[in-house]
C-alpha cells in the first residue's frame, strides 16, 4: 500500500494563478482532509470529508475548494493564489473520523506564492 | 487563550535522560487526545493515544488529567533519534475536527 501520496512535492506560483493540489489514498478510508502548516501556528484545518461527495470546512478555508468524487481522492484547489497562501500543505485521511482514530499524513506540498 | 497549547521548547537533554512535555487544552468536554511526533521538514506521525486511564508503550508514557485539562508526554531514557517536535492533539468540538497544538521540539545531544 502507498498509503497517503501527494503531488506536487513542491511548486512556485505567482499572485492570482489557480492550481489544484492533488491527495489520494489506498486504505478505503472515508475521512479524508487537509491541513496547512504555519511557523508558530501549528497545523489548522482547511477542508476535510466524511465520505465521498461530502465535505465541510475547516477552520481557514477561505480561498480553497474542494470535492470528494472518489473515496480515494481529494484534491484541493487554490482559486487565486496569495502570498499568505505560502504554506506547507499536508493530506490526511483516517478510517472514520479523527475523533478516535489514527490520521496518516501524505509527505506535504511545499507551496510558495510569489 | 490558545485551544491547545504547548511550550515551543527547544527542550535540549542528554542522552539517557527523561524528559516531559505537558499540553494544555481549554475545553473541558473535550474526548479524545493524542500525541503526534513530525521529524524536521516530514509528516506528523501517531505516537500514541492518551486514555483517561494513562498508557505507557516502551520508554513513553502518556497521561490525562481532566480536571487540569492538560495531558503529558513522558520519554525515558531519551535516544538520538528521539530528536523530533511532538505534537498534542484534542478533538476541541464535535466529532470531525482535532486541532493541533504547536508542537514541542525535542533535540537530544549525545
Known amino acids: 500500500n502507498a498509503g497517503v501520496t501527494q503531488t506536487p512535492k513542491f511548486q512556485v506560483l505567482k499572485t492570482g494563478q489557480s492550481m489544484t493540489l492533488q491527495c489520494a489514498q489506498d486504505m478505503n478510508h472515508e475521512y479524508m482532509s487537509w491541513y496547512r502548516q504555519d511557523p508558530g501556528m501549528g497545523l489548522r484545518l482547511i477542508h476535510y470529508s466524511v465520505g465521498a461527495g461530502i465535505t465541510d470546512q475547516g477552520e481557514v478555508p477561505n480561498g480553497y475548494n474542494v470535492s470528494r468524487s472518489t473515496t480515494e481522492d481529494f484534491p484541493l484547489r487554490l482559486l487565486s493564489a496569495a502570498p499568505s497562501q505560502t504554506s506547507v500543505y499536508f493530506c490526511a485521511s483516517s478510517l472514520s473520523g479523527p475523533l478516535y482514530n489514527e490520521q496518516f499524513f501524505g509527505p506535504g506540498t511545499r507551496l510558495t506564492v510569489l | 487563550r490558545k485551544e491547545v497549547e504547548q511550550d515551543p521548547g527547544p527542550f535540549n537533554v542528554p542522552e539517557g535522560a527523561t524528559v516531559a512535555f505537558n499540553c494544555t487544552y481549554s475545553n473541558s468536554a473535550s474526548q479524545s487526545f493524542f500525541w503526534y511526533r513530525q521529524d524536521c521538514r516530514k509528516e506528523p506521525k501517531l505516537l500514541m493515544s492518551?486514555?483517561?486511564s494513562g498508557n505507557e508503550d516502551g520508554r513513553f508514557t502518556a497521561q490525562l488529567n481532566r480536571a487540569s485539562q492538560y495531558i503529558s508526554l513522558l520519554i525515558r531514557d531519551s535516544k538520538l533519534s528521539d530528536s523530533a517536535t511532538y505534537l498534542c492533539?484534542?478533538?476541541?468540538?464535535?466529532?470531525?475536527?482535532?486541532?493541533f497544538g504547536t508542537g514541542t521540539k525535542l533535540q537530544v545531544i549525545p
Open positions: 492533539v484534542v478533538n476541541m468540538e464535535g466529532y470531525q475536527k482535532v486541532t
Open positions: 492518551v486514555y483517561s
